[in-house]
């Protein structure tokens, strides 16, 4: 079941006070990204959200671990009902954000 674009316009409308945030689609689900930073995926109208030290200390146990579809790595599965506090949420992103190591430059193919 691939993620409805109303679950996506909701999640940009409650994390637009953060700056830089967007999301891509692929195969029918998102990676929402934080300052070109991958911080989250969106999949089957789920959160999941990157774990990071600070951002399971921030969420203490509000979360459950997950997996955003078979062999991804684990993540937070953060509760929908949790994501309607638009501020706990835009910290979470940021924290997260903020955890995660600068993206790698791809290396432009040589033909």
Same mark, same amino acid.
């Given at each position: 079941?691939?993620? $409805?674009?109303?679950?996506?316009?909701?999640? !940009?409308?409650? !994390?637009?006070?953060?700056?830089?945030?967007?999301?891509?689609?692929?195969?029918?689900?998102?990676?929402?990204?934080?300052?070109? $930073?991958?911080?989250? !995926?969106?999949?089957?109208?789920?959160?999941?959200?990157?774990?990071?030290?600070?951002?399971?200390?921030?969420?203490?146990?509000?979360?459950?671990?997950?997996?955003?579809?078979?062999?991804?790595?684990?993540?937070?599965?953060?509760?929908?009902?949790?994501?309607?506090?638009?501020?706990?949420?835009?910290?979470?992103?940021?924290?997260?954000?903020?955890?995660? %190591?600068? %993206?790698?430059?791809?290396? $432009?193919?040589?033909?």
């Amino acid at each position: 079941m691939a993620t $409805k674009q109303s679950t996506i316009d909701y999640l !940009l409308d409650q !994390l637009a006070s953060v700056p830089d945030v967007r999301v891509r689609k692929m195969f029918g689900e998102y990676a929402l990204y934080c300052n070109d $930073k991958v911080v989250a !995926l969106v999949c089957d109208d789920e959160l999941f959200i990157k774990i990071t030290e600070a951002g399971k200390e921030f969420v203490g146990d509000q979360y459950q671990e997950g997996n955003a579809y078979p062999g991804a790595k684990p993540s937070m599965r953060i509760d929908m009902d949790m994501a309607e506090n638009r501020d706990w949420l835009c910290e979470l992103i940021t924290i997260t954000e903020e955890s995660l %190591p600068e %993206p790698k430059l791809k290396a $432009k193919k040589v033909r």
